[in-house]
T-cell receptor, first 118, second 113 residues
């Protein structure tokens, strides 16, 4: 149980285009999903908290107009990198927390999406 | 402010030997602590967590961790390392009800045959 998928697993795009990444909880419902960014050999940086049916909460320094987050259902959150630039190239990872869980519930992570912007 | 420190960038052990990956934390209030493992180009896999109760927590793949409140530590241990345990390990801490986790910088575990 507690499987989280991400699609696509990797994407290469031209500078200026937008890229959408999907995060799905496959066998549980998630009221809250989190989006992280990870640079090579570095830790995870929380970008935003995505709550079903409401606006995402962004961490300080993360541009909400650049990284659009939508959490339309209890099993799906999407991250859209708008007008991508080479500095947006990174490994993006989502996680999901089960419905009804309090803050101490386990986050289950997706396999990540590798984005390369040329 | 919450923080997590993993003081070792890399830990090297021989297969069959015990391993320890260190983690210390700083939070206000009661912490809840996690260990995750990451294999190359993959997401994080949950290993174990401490919320309340016994200080010794047992997790997946034979790993365990001991919560030490006085030393604010949550070291990951395994009695006998396997080559397949070689990966990147992250300690994370949270507090309150936001669900947000703060991750340590990660420790690369290298188990040699």
């Amino acid at each position: 149980g507690a499987v989280v998928s991400q699609h696509p697993s990797w994407v290469i795009c031209k500078s200026g285009t937008s890229v959408k990444i999907e995060c799905r909880s496959l066998d549980f419902q998630a009221t809250t999903m989190f989006w992280y960014r990870q640079f090579p050999k570095q830790s995870l940086m929380l970008m935003a908290t995505s709550n079903e049916g409401s606006k995402a909460t962004y961490e300080q320094g993360v541009e909400k107009d650049k990284f659009l987050i939508n959490h339309a259902s209890l099993t799906l959150s999407t991250l859209t990198v708008t007008s991508a630039h080479p500095e947006d190239s990174s490994f993006y990872i989502c996680s999901a927390r089960a419905i009804g869980g309090q803050g101490r519930e386990t986050q289950y992570f997706g396999p990540g999406t590798r984005l390369l912007v040329l | 402010a919450q923080s997590v420190a993993q003081p070792e960038d890399q830990v090297n052990v021989a297969e069959g030997n015990p391993l320890t990956v260190k983690c210390t934390y700083s939070v206000s209030g009661n912490p809840y602590l996690f260990w995750y493992v990451q294999y190359p180009n993959r997401g994080l896999q949950f290993l174990l967590k401490y919320i309340t109760g016994d200080n010794l927590v047992k997790g997946s793949y034979g790993f365990e961790a001991e919560f030490n409140k006085s030393q604010t530590s949550f070291h990951l241990k395994k009695p006998s390392a396997l080559v397949s345990d070689s990966a990147l390990y992250f300690c994370a801490v949270g507090s309150g009800n936001t669900g947000k986790l703060i991750f340590g910088q990660g420790t690369t575990l290298q188990v040699k045959p």
